[in-house]
Nanobody, 119 residues
Framework: QVQLVESGGGLVQSGGSARLSCVVS????????QEWFRQAPGKQREFVAR??????TTYADSVKDRFTISGDNKNTLYLQISSLKPEDAGVYYC??????????????WGQGTQVTVSS
């Protein structure tokens, strides 16, 4: 089985920064696209950022120039979040498109890490 575990959330001051991590563990062959989503209370989960296997990145307009997605080309995904605003608060989830022998390509999700922004 494959697991994704996020960490790095917590209480951050408005205007502050934090780095979120997402570690993929278990038996897998390859990772393709990896993404970060977030969900604020009472709102739908929304796309934040994506990194493809070639390293190309895509961002939601609301976080462009403030957030940076990166990976270590092994099993860890990062999201550097900066210049935080109150509207950035929520649970941040990572996902990864992973190839496993048998199931083939599937998208797996982590359980999320909470980011709270204090004013």
């Amino acid at each position: 089985q494959v697991q994704l575990v996020e960490s790095g959330g917590g209480l951050v001051q408005s205007g502050g920064s934090a780095r979120l991590s997402c570690v993929v563990s278990g038996a897998f062959v390859s990772i393709r696209t990896q993404e970060w989503f977030r969900q604020a209370p009472g709102k739908q989960r929304e796309f934040v950022a994506r990194i493809a296997r070639d390293g190309s990145t895509t961002y939601a307009d609301s976080v462009k120039d403030r957030f940076t997605i990166s990976g270590d080309n092994k099993n860890t995904l990062y999201l550097q979040i900066s210049s935080l605003k109150p509207e950035d608060a929520g649970v941040y989830y990572c996902n990864a498109d992973i190839f496993r022998n048998g199931p083939g390509w599937q998208v797996y999700w982590g359980q999320g890490t909470q980011v709270t922004v204090s004013s």
